[in-house]
């Protein structure tokens, strides 16, 4: 396979971007290897990911995501819901750094704000290692972008044209220990966002869902990202890409697993209107009862009245609202401390 940069010919890119075409559309998860992303980068942050969950939990409680009115920082063991149910692994999640707006309009504008990172005498250089590693994780996704809008038949710019002025990726560092029995490391889910560029360790668990309804192991490959579909692609492209139910479970009883999730989404003011696809491509959703009834996410209020966790359906204009429902879905304690007004 040629690989996908800037000096690939015309042939090449459409060759590279039909064979993506077809995995986005057929599976919705696929191996990213010759990245251009340096290894040793990867090595690095992986250190610093490791490091950092190995920290006393004094240090890590200074910046616990229950004191983020953004969803940003660190929570222990069993903090989060995924389908009502909860997930058994650590987590800090980071996001863009900005400053807080205090008088937020429309009111998703209260996602926006800064990090909380843990004190640089507790873990000299964290900050900038994380930092190399998303603003490189970042290019990368940019170029994917590229290349997903070719395979749609559609000028290389077109996705990235949608994303606006402030994209918001943010990324989770993860820890996985064993996972106990009749429990998830996270359940079953599909991401929220528009594309996700997973890194992890040697030590198998993630599994995603295939057409059929079996799940797969989708096994460590050193130097690649797993890079799948999240919800807003499945929007986007009338659920010709369609975001796969993918899960963890470590079954290893003796090591721990970690992780790294880059959820790469638009700016929260983004309009979830389709993509400008051709009829051969909308026509072969609707032939298709796998794509033409694929759900999302349902909302928490959704969850509580007893609907599926992925049979929800689109009820937001803005990728703001629907990023919203992701963070209540997933954090209610947080969202009712935060945003009562919000929150039933």
């Known amino acids: 396979m040629a690989v996908w940069d ?28 010759n990245h251009a992303v340096d290894p040793e980068l990867l090595t690095r942050y992986m250190s610093a990911l490791k490091q950092f969950f190995a920290l006393p939990i004094d240090v890590k409680r200074q910046i616990d995501k229950a004191n983020s009115p953004q969803f940003r920082g660190w929570e222990r063991l069993g903090s989060e819901l995924t389908n009502d149910q909860v997930d058994h692994r650590e987590q800090l999640d980071i996001g863009t750094e900005r400053a807080v707006i205090l008088r937020p309009e429309p009111f998703y504008h209260c996602l926006i704000g800064p990090n ?67 429990a998830k490391g996270v359940g079953a889910h599909k991401d929220s966002g528009f594309l996700t560029l997973l890194l992890q360790d040697d030590v198998g668990g993630l599994q995603a869902q295939n057409a059929v309804g079996t799940w797969v192991d989708i096994a460590p490959v050193e130097n690649s990202f797993v890079v799948n579909i999240g919800e807003l692609l499945q929007i986007m492209t009338h659920n010709y890409f369609v975001a796969t139910p993918h899960r963890v479970v ?75 429902q992701r963070w209540v879905r997933s954090y209610p304690d947080i969202a009712k401390k935060f945003y009562p007004h919000y929150v039933d």
Not at 137 to 146: C, E, F, H, M
Not at 303 to 320: T, Y
């Open 116 to 182: 909380q990172w843990p004190p640089e005498s507790a873990l000299p250089g964290f900050r900038k290692v994380v930092e190399s590693y998303l603003a490189a994780v970042g290019k990368l996704a940019r170029s994917l972008l590229q290349l997903l809008s070719l395979s749609l038949d559609l000028p290389e710019n077109a996705i990235e044209a949608v994303f606006g002025a402030e994209p918001q990726p943010y990324c989770k560092l993860i820890c996985y220990p064993p996972t106990p029995a009749n």
């Open 250 to 324: 470590n079954t290893q009883t003796n090591q721990v697993r970690y992780s790294s999730a880059y959820f790469y989404s638009p700016d929260l003011d983004t309009e979830l209107l389709p993509l400008p696809l051709d009829d051969e491509l909308r026509a072969a959703v609707r032939a298709s009862a796998r794509h033409s009834s694929a759900g999302l996410m349902a909302s928490r209020q959704a969850l509580l009245d007893g609907s599926a966790g992925m049979s929800g359906r689109l009820q937001a204009r803005r990728f703001g609202e629907q990023y919203w």
């Open 6 to 33: 800037r000096a690939s010919t015309v042939s090449e890119r459409l060759a590279i971007a039909a064979e993506v075409r077809a995995i986005c559309h057929e599976i919705g998860f696929f191996y990213l290897v």
